[in-house]
């Protein structure tokens, strides 16, 4: 079990960035694929990015070239930088946790919100 806090979100004009962090607990931090996934209003949860524990990455093709994950296995965090942000983007943003990169761990933070307005 790994406990999860997500913090960073905020209010961003459209063209806007934001950084989202996410603190994991335990010490096996290094050895998990961590992602970053979003869930809008009555829509299902799905990722937008990741990185194994090599640091190799992936992302959907909506935020390819805007966003950027990376991870500090020193301080058990995983970011996700934000450009360019679209009113689209706007979404409650999770990180999570897998032993794989086509997994999903079981368990979840609390989220942040992202709102993208003018």
Known sequence: QV????????????????RLS????????????MGWYRQAP???RELDALITSGGR??????VK??????????KN?????MNNLKPEDTAVYYCNAALTPWGRGDDWGQGTQVTVSS
């Open 3 to 18: 406990q999860l806090v997500e913090s960073g979100g905020g209010l961003v004009q459209p063209g806007g960035s934001l």
């Open 22 to 33: 996410c603190a994991a607990s335990g010490s096996r931090f290094s050895v998990y694929v």
């Open 42 to 44: 009555g829509k299902e």
């Open 57 to 62: 990455t992936n992302y959907v093709d909506s």
């Open 65 to 74: 070239g805007r966003f950027t994950i990376s991870r500090d296995n020193a």
């Open 77 to 81: 965090t995983v970011y996700l930088q």
